[in-house]
Each structure stands twice: as structure tokens, then as C-alpha cells.
């Protein structure tokens, strides 16, 4: 156990060298490390929203938004179905409550009107055991010819789930657009996403950019009235009034079915307006809106075609020839910010849900100051008591495993450092707790090799005996913390897996530096000193 072959030796010298070189940067500013070689690590430690402070959001889906939309939804696509055959005649078309409904007029078709109907209940999973598929929507029939479509419960949670995991890739694409490092975006219970991001500087942008769906949608505006008019009286069929973004609002009827989404958009970027030099929002179509938006120019020209967001005309430009690049430009009493921010949500994609913020907290970063300035302190405290009464137990080797103590604090803030995990409040807690665990393994080899000394082994044997017998119960013991670990992590969010983190980075750093780096320590100074009784 005390030959090392010189291999070994250089390995585990690298080790310890990385492991200082990663931590070095967190010694120095910004604009120091700028002027560092670039071979040179430059990366800092990641910390958390309670150290660096930022902003903290919980949002919530708006259920019942997501069911009226899917339920008018719902009641375009039977319409489009029914009408597939001329010879079933309906009348009562439309949601009610939390139902899509339509009455058959002849009775004699119901079964046929039923039929046909029947794929809308939208199967979603299909079971592998012959049991029943899971539906959407159930659909009923009465007597009197009435069809109605509701969520079934299955249904309806498999949506919300659904629902979740979409908002949240598009909620982080949104924040990466910000440039805000290592946010933290996670399910909370069943419909609710949490967003922590540190160092945000301006919380207000990031509720606004995260409150709004960006339902972006792009309708013709029909010409056949004015939007007054239809106000007053009834829009065609086939139409909708839509209000500007302006201030005061202006109506505007437009085709109630889009020509194009947003889903089809690849690029969104800020630009200026050469003429005005105001600012204005380019826009560029995948291949297939390319071609979709070429056909409406060429069809259209002369025609106002509006571009709507949540349900809001942001621009409603006349087509003044064929625009055949599939891309476009929406110009508006824009600032900087508010051109860049419209960038940002046209890019990240739209929610598939309207998102509520039920609880919201904006955390200074003198909060975290004073955190960082007592986990220093309590790590101060705690390694100095560590190293006094490692030397006063155990002589010239307390000093050595305070040599791996401090090497084991090295190892955590490098992989740290170099994994740019996120440092919490708790994680400082698990560094803590690490340094006053740190020197258990140490203690267990002394005390074995005491026992092997008094058994009356020489000291190379007692020493060689010491690290054999007591490897088996330090992997034992951190093994057992690592499953704790593994488990905080899994189980966890937000601070608990920055305490599991930083406690499993320990557990690794604890053995190789209290067993292996304390062990070549020992055999070098046996080599060099070859002592003739134990100096414990």
C-alpha cells in the first residue's frame, strides 16, 4: 500500500494541480482574468440566486384559458368535418361551459354524423394490454341528436403534462436569450413551473417577456367592411375584430383563420429603419412559410394582411408587391428595448398556454454578500478548529491529513468551478459539513495504525496495515452519504440539490485526497526520513 509506482505519483500530482489551478480564478476579478494567457483557466464559480441574487418567478398554466381555446378549436374542426358531407345538417354549433356541442337536425343521420365524428376524441396513448386507448375528449349522443365533446380527466392531465414540458423548453429559450447564466427552470407540482434567475438584473423585463404566450399569428385584413361597422353590428362568418397595440386601440376585422404562425418563423432580429432610423423587427420564414407567404404577397397586393400577437394587431402593412425571400420586417412606435424584447419572444416560439405568475421575488445581491461573508467565516472557523486539534491528536501526521484537508478544499472549489454548478446558500453548507467530514478518514487510518503499533507491528507494517484495513470502512461510509446524496438530488429542487451537489463532489474529493494524496504523503516521508517508531 506505501510503493507508488512514479506514474501514480505524477497522476495524482496533476490532480492536485488542477484541482488549484480551476479554483485560481475565483481569486481574481473579471478584468483581471482578461488578461490571463489563454491556455489558462478563466471560468469562475456559478453562484446560485441566494448569493448572487436575481430574480425568482412561479408561474402557474391557466387551465381553463388552454380549455376555451381547445374547445373553439374543437368546434372549427367538427365544422370542417361535418360540412365533408352535405347531407348531415346541424344547427347549435359552438362551446358551452366546458363542452363543444352541435345538434343533428335529422335523426336518422345521427349514427352517421356520430361516426364520422368519432376520430376527434383525439386518441393520445394506446394501450399495450388490450385495455381501452386513452382519449382526449369523451363524446356523447342524446336522443334528441345533440353530440357533445369534453375533456376527459386522463385526457386533460396527459395535456397539462404535455403542456409543462413545452413551456418550459420555451420559457428557457427565452431566458438563454437574455443572457441570463445557469437559470433554474423546473416543474413544481402539476402545472406550475419554477424560474429562478441569478443576476438578473432588470426582474420587471423577464416577468414581462415570461408573462406573455406570443401567440404570433398572421391574418388578411378583410376589406368588406369596416372594422366599425362590424362592431356595431355583426362581423361576417369567417371573421373576427381584433384591437391595435396602440394607444388608443384601433379595430381591425381580419380573417379569423391565420394564414401563417409563428411556429413558422426561423429568425427575428432588430433592425432600423433606414428612413426613419426607427427601430423595427426583421423576420425570416423556415422553407415552407417562404413559400406560403410568397403565394398571400402575390395574391394579395394592394391588401392590408395584419400581424397579430396575443390576440393583438402589433402591424398591418399593405402588401405593395410579391415578396418571394420569406422575409418581412414589423415596424411600430417601437423603442430599442421593446423591439428587442419582441426579437426575443418571436425567436424563442410561442407558449402553448397562457402562464399566470402567482408568486414573484426580486433578491439583492447583498443578501448573498453577507451569505458568502458568513460561509467563509464558519469555513474559517471550521478548518482552523479542524487543523488545531488534528495536530495536537496526532503529531506530524495531523499535519499531514491538514495538508489533505486543504488540498480536499482545493479539489471541491476546482470541480466546482469546472463543472459551473451552481453554488447555493445550502451548497456552502454541504463545503461546511465536507470539511469537518473531511477528516474522518484520516482519523480511522491513524487510529488503526496506533492499534497495529501497539500490536507490536513495525511502523512501515503498521502503517501499510493502517491503510489496508481501514479502506473498507471509509468507501463503506461515503458510499452510504453518496446514496443520501444521489437521493437529495433526485428527489430534491432548487438549494437541496445544490447541498447534494456540493456533498457528492465532497464525498469524491474526501477520499482521494484523506486516503490516496495523505498516503503518498506518508510513504514519501518514510522514504525520506525512515523513521524508527511512530511519530503518533
Same mark, same amino acid.
Given at each position: 500500500?506505501?510503493?507508488?509506482?512514479?506514474?501514480?505519483?505524477?497522476?495524482?500530482?496533476?490532480?492536485?494541480?488542477?484541482?488549484?489551478?480551476?479554483?485560481? #480564478?475565483?481569486?481574481?476579478?473579471?478584468?483581471?482574468?482578461?488578461?490571463?494567457?489563454?491556455?489558462?483557466?478563466?471560468?469562475?464559480?456559478?453562484?446560485?440566486?441566494?448569493?448572487?441574487?436575481?430574480?425568482?418567478?412561479?408561474?402557474?398554466?391557466?387551465?381553463?384559458?388552454?380549455?376555451?381555446?381547445?374547445?373553439?378549436?374543437?368546434?372549427?374542426?367538427?365544422?370542417?368535418?361535418?360540412?365533408? !358531407? #352535405?347531407?348531415?345538417?346541424?344547427?347549435?354549433?359552438?362551446?358551452?361551459? *366546458?363542452?363543444? /356541442?352541435?345538434?343533428?337536425?335529422?335523426?336518422?343521420?345521427?349514427?352517421?354524423?356520430?361516426?364520422?365524428?368519432?376520430?376527434?376524441?383525439?386518441?393520445?396513448?394506446?394501450?399495450?394490454?388490450?385495455? /381501452?386507448?386513452?382519449?382526449?375528449?369523451?363524446?356523447?349522443?342524446?336522443?334528441?341528436?345533440?353530440?357533445?365533446?369534453?375533456?376527459?380527466?386522463?385526457?386533460? *392531465? *396527459?395535456?397539462?403534462?404535455?403542456?409543462?414540458? /413545452?413551456?418550459?423548453?420555451?420559457?428557457?429559450?427565452?431566458?438563454?436569450?437574455?443572457?441570463? &447564466?445557469?437559470?433554474?427552470?423546473?416543474?413544481?407540482?402539476?402545472?406550475?413551473?419554477?424560474?429562478?434567475?441569478?443576476?438578473?438584473?432588470?426582474?420587471?423585463?423577464?416577468?414581462?417577456?415570461?408573462?406573455?404566450?406570443?401567440?404570433?399569428?398572421?391574418?388578411?385584413?378583410?376589406?368588406?367592411?369596416?372594422?366599425?361597422?362590424?362592431?356595431?353590428?355583426? +362581423? +361576417?362568418?369567417?371573421?373576427?375584430?381584433?384591437?391595435?397595440? !396602440?394607444?388608443? #386601440?384601433?379595430?381591425?376585422?381580419?380573417?379569423?383563420?391565420?394564414?401563417?404562425?409563428?411556429?413558422?418563423?426561423?429568425?427575428?432580429?432588430?433592425?432600423?429603419?433606414?428612413?426613419?432610423?426607427?427601430?423595427?423587427?426583421?423576420?425570416?420564414?423556415?422553407?415552407?412559410?417562404?413559400?406560403?407567404?410568397? /403565394?398571400?404577397?402575390?395574391?394579395?397586393?394592394?391588401?392590408?394582411?395584419?400581424?397579430?400577437? *396575443?390576440?393583438?394587431?402589433?402591424?398591418?402593412?399593405?402588401?405593395?408587391?410579391?415578396? #418571394?425571400? $420569406?422575409?418581412?420586417?414589423?415596424?411600430?412606435?417601437?423603442?430599442?428595448?421593446?423591439?428587442?424584447?419582441?426579437?426575443?419572444?418571436?425567436?424563442?416560439?410561442?407558449?402553448?398556454?397562457?402562464?399566470?405568475?402567482?408568486?414573484?421575488?426580486? %433578491?439583492? +445581491?447583498?443578501?448573498?454578500?453577507?451569505?458568502?461573508?458568513? $460561509?467563509?467565516?464558519?469555513?474559517?472557523?471550521?478548518?482552523?478548529?479542524?487543523?488545531?486539534?488534528?495536530?495536537?491528536?496526532?503529531?506530524?501526521?495531523?499535519?499531514?491529513?491538514?495538508?489533505?484537508?486543504?488540498?480536499?478544499?482545493?479539489?471541491?472549489?476546482?470541480?466546482?468551478?469546472?463543472?459551473?454548478?451552481?453554488?447555493?446558500?445550502?451548497?456552502?453548507?454541504?463545503?461546511?459539513? &465536507?470539511?469537518?467530514?473531511?477528516?474522518?478518514?484520516?482519523?480511522?487510518?491513524?487510529?488503526?495504525?496506533?492499534?497495529?503499533?501497539?500490536?507490536?507491528?513495525?511502523?512501515?507494517?503498521?502503517?501499510?496495515?493502517?491503510?489496508?484495513?481501514?479502506?473498507?470502512?471509509?468507501? !463503506?461510509?461515503? %458510499?452510504?452519504?453518496?446514496?443520501?446524496?444521489? %437521493?437529495? =438530488?433526485?428527489?430534491?429542487?432548487?438549494?437541496?440539490?445544490?447541498?447534494?451537489?456540493?456533498?457528492? %463532489?465532497?464525498? =469524491?474529493?474526501?477520499?482521494?485526497?484523506? =486516503?490516496?494524496?495523505?498516503?503518498?504523503?506518508?510513504?514519501?516521508?518514510?522514504?525520506? @526520513? @525512515?523513521?524508527?517508531?511512530?511519530?503518533?
Amino acid at each position: 500500500m506505501l510503493h507508488f509506482a512514479r506514474w501514480k505519483i505524477v497522476l495524482i500530482v496533476l490532480v492536485v494541480a488542477a484541482g488549484v489551478l480551476m479554483t485560481l #480564478p475565483n481569486f481574481f476579478s473579471a478584468k483581471q482574468l482578461e488578461s490571463w494567457p489563454d491556455f489558462l483557466p478563466k471560468n469562475q464559480m456559478v453562484l446560485g440566486l441566494d448569493l448572487r441574487g436575481g430574480a425568482y418567478l412561479l408561474l402557474e398554466i391557466d387551465k381553463q384559458d388552454y380549455v376555451d381555446k381547445r374547445m373553439k378549436a374543437l368546434v372549427s374542426e367538427i365544422r370542417t368535418t361535418l360540412r365533408d !358531407d #352535405p347531407r348531415i345538417g346541424y344547427t347549435g354549433l359552438g362551446v358551452q361551459g *366546458d363542452s363543444a /356541442q352541435v345538434r343533428i337536425r335529422d335523426l336518422t343521420r345521427l349514427d352517421e354524423a356520430e361516426e364520422r365524428l368519432q376520430p376527434l376524441v383525439n386518441p393520445l396513448v394506446s394501450n399495450l394490454f388490450g385495455g /381501452q386507448p386513452v382519449n382526449e375528449f369523451g363524446l356523447t349522443a342524446t336522443d334528441d341528436g345533440l353530440i357533445r365533446f369534453t375533456f376527459t380527466e386522463e385526457g386533460l *392531465d *396527459d395535456r397539462m403534462t404535455s403542456l409543462v414540458q /413545452q413551456s418550459i423548453e420555451v420559457i428557457r429559450r427565452r431566458v438563454d436569450e437574455l443572457g441570463t &447564466t445557469e437559470p433554474n427552470i423546473q416543474r413544481q407540482g402539476t402545472d406550475r413551473i419554477l424560474v429562478e434567475a441569478p443576476g438578473e438584473s432588470d426582474p420587471e423585463r423577464l416577468k414581462d417577456i415570461l408573462g406573455q404566450t406570443a401567440q404570433l399569428t398572421f391574418h388578411m385584413v378583410d376589406t368588406s367592411m369596416s372594422a366599425q361597422q362590424a362592431l356595431q353590428n355583426r +362581423p +361576417p362568418v369567417g371573421t373576427m375584430v381584433v384591437m391595435s397595440i !396602440d394607444d388608443p #386601440p384601433s379595430p381591425y376585422l381580419l380573417d379569423e383563420v391565420p394564414l401563417l404562425t409563428g411556429e413558422e418563423l426561423v429568425d427575428a432580429q432588430v433592425g432600423f429603419d433606414p428612413q426613419t432610423n426607427e427601430p423595427i423587427v426583421t423576420f425570416r420564414f423556415n422553407q415552407t412559410g417562404a413559400r406560403k407567404f410568397a /403565394q398571400i404577397t402575390a395574391e394579395n397586393i394592394g391588401r392590408p394582411f395584419a400581424i397579430v400577437l *396575443d390576440d393583438e394587431v402589433i402591424s398591418a402593412p399593405v402588401i405593395r408587391g410579391i415578396i #418571394p425571400g $420569406g422575409t418581412g420586417q414589423i415596424s411600430g412606435s417601437f423603442t430599442v428595448d421593446a423591439a428587442n424584447d419582441l426579437a426575443v419572444l418571436m425567436r424563442a416560439g410561442a407558449l402553448p398556454a397562457k402562464l399566470t405568475i402567482i408568486e414573484e421575488r426580486s %433578491i439583492g +445581491p447583498g443578501l448573498g454578500a453577507d451569505s458568502i461573508e458568513a $460561509g467563509k467565516l464558519a469555513s474559517i472557523i471550521a478548518g482552523a478548529a479542524v487543523i488545531v486539534f488534528m495536530i495536537l491528536a496526532y503529531g506530524r501526521f495531523g499535519m499531514i491529513a491538514d495538508l489533505a484537508l486543504m488540498t480536499n478544499i482545493f479539489l471541491i472549489f476546482g470541480a466546482l468551478t469546472m463543472l459551473q454548478a451552481t453554488l447555493t446558500l445550502p451548497g456552502i453548507a454541504g463545503i461546511v459539513l &465536507t470539511i469537518g467530514m473531511a477528516v474522518d478518514a484520516n482519523v480511522l487510518i491513524f487510529e488503526r495504525i496506533r492499534e497495529e503499533a501497539r500490536a507490536g507491528r513495525s511502523v512501515i507494517s503498521a502503517i501499510d496495515a493502517g491503510y489496508s484495513r481501514a479502506l473498507g470502512t471509509i468507501l !463503506d461510509a461515503n %458510499i452510504t452519504t453518496l446514496i443520501a446524496a444521489v %437521493i437529495l =438530488f433526485q428527489l430534491g429542487s432548487g438549494p437541496v440539490r445544490g447541498f447534494a451537489v456540493t456533498l457528492a %463532489i465532497g464525498i =469524491f474529493t474526501t477520499v482521494f485526497s484523506a =486516503f490516496t494524496f495523505s498516503r503518498l504523503l506518508v510513504a514519501l516521508w518514510i522514504r525520506r @526520513r @525512515r523513521p524508527s517508531k511512530l511519530p503518533i
